[in-house]
């Protein structure tokens, strides 16, 4: 049986950093080690993702505790989620767009892009990267411009605008017949 969990609100996440690194024993950059620093609801967690590209072994680590294991050569068929709390993170390939040049550079991706991409943590469905306190910043300061925009123009648009005053759409709103676009 399939028990559906209610996500939390995003409220209580807090984006505290993140690292990528490359390292490997035999070919260099063939393992790839993320680092996500997260509070969830008040407490802090280390999130850990490891992924070989030679033996497609991927590890996920909370506060240093293997929790998941799985051999996936295929890295972007990879995804796992867990609930912490009323949350749910998942470790999920990153939607990349890039511009392969020329033919090569084509093939090159294609292949790349089958075998091998870049991973990222999502919390309740949304990126990591919208949870950092500058980022939620500037969106709660849009959004208030936002409010104040509208605000303003329903406070201008009542004060004087009477709708019947507003000729109708293909109307000619010019007196006399005048129009300003040539016959």
Not at 116 to 144: A, H, K, T, W
Request: contains cysteine; positive net charge; proline residues 6%.
């Amino acid at each position: 049986a399939v028990t559906l969990m209610e996500v939390g609100t995003d409220e209580g996440v807090v984006a505290l950093g993140c690292t990528e690194h490359t390292s490997g024993s035999v070919l260099s950059d063939s393992k790839v080690r993320y680092n996500w620093h997260v509070s969830i609801d008040g407490r802090q967690y280390r999130i850990e993702f490891t992924n070989s590209k030679t033996s497609g072994k991927k590890r996920v680590f909370v506060d240093g505790r293997q929790v998941h294991e799985a051999k996936v050569f295929r890295s972007p068929n990879f995804q796992y989620s867990w609930p912490i709390g009323q949350h749910l993170l998942s470790i999920v390939p990153r939607e990349e767009y890039r511009q392969p040049t020329g033919l090569m550079g084509e093939l090159k991706d294609a292949w790349n892009s089958s075998v091998d991409c870049s991973f990222e943590l999502r919390i309740n469905g949304m990126p990591f990267r919208v949870f950092e306190p500058q980022r939620r910043q500037r969106q709660q300061q849009r959004q208030q411009a936002s409010a104040k925009a509208v605000a303003s123009w329903s406070a201008s648009s009542s004060m004087g605008g009477d709708p019947s005053n507003l000729a109708p759409l293909g109307s000619n709103p010019h007196p006399a017949g005048r129009s300003s676009t040539p016959a």
